[in-house]
């Protein structure tokens, strides 16, 4: 089971900080995902991070803002992203895949997070 919280009202050029609680499972035998769903658009894959935390994805339109990090101590998968932007602006998920790779498609994810909304203002 995924908790995803952190989601929030800011402004543009502001940071926010989304956290995914994990319980259920092993932690550390989990890739995890960012994805996140803007109004009219399809879900997309914004970041990931492999099992031990030593690789990860960025999407391009994130890359150099956005930064995603695990703690196995603790089952939380975090995502922190600055210099926000209006675009940003969308209901964040957090997934977790059982893979060994990390995947860039939402089908290969097997659980997620409620979301949590980001928005963004200009």
């Known amino acids: 089971q995924l908790q995803a919280s952190g989601g929030g009202l800011v402004q543009a050029g502001d940071s926010l900080r989304l956290s995914c609680s994990a319980s259920?499972?092993?932690?550390?035998?989990?890739?995890m995902g960012w994805f996140r769903q803007a109004p009219g658009k399809e879900r997309e894959l914004v970041s990931a991070?492999?099992?031990?935390?030593?690789?990860?994805y960025y999407a391009e339109s994130v890359k150099g803002r956005f930064t995603c990090s695990r703690d196995n101590a603790k089952s939380t998968f975090y995502l922190h992203m600055d210099s926000l932007k209006p675009e940003d602006t969308a209901v964040y998920y957090c997934?977790?895949?059982?893979?060994?790779?990390?995947?860039?498609?939402?089908?290969?994810?097997?659980?997620w997070g409620q979301g949590t909304l980001v928005t963004v203002s200009s």
């Open positions: 997934a977790a895949a059982t893979t060994l790779y990390i995947p860039l498609r939402a089908q290969y994810y097997n659980s």
């Open positions: 991070i492999n099992r031990v935390g030593a690789s990860t």
């Open positions: 259920g499972r092993t932690f550390s035998s989990l890739v």
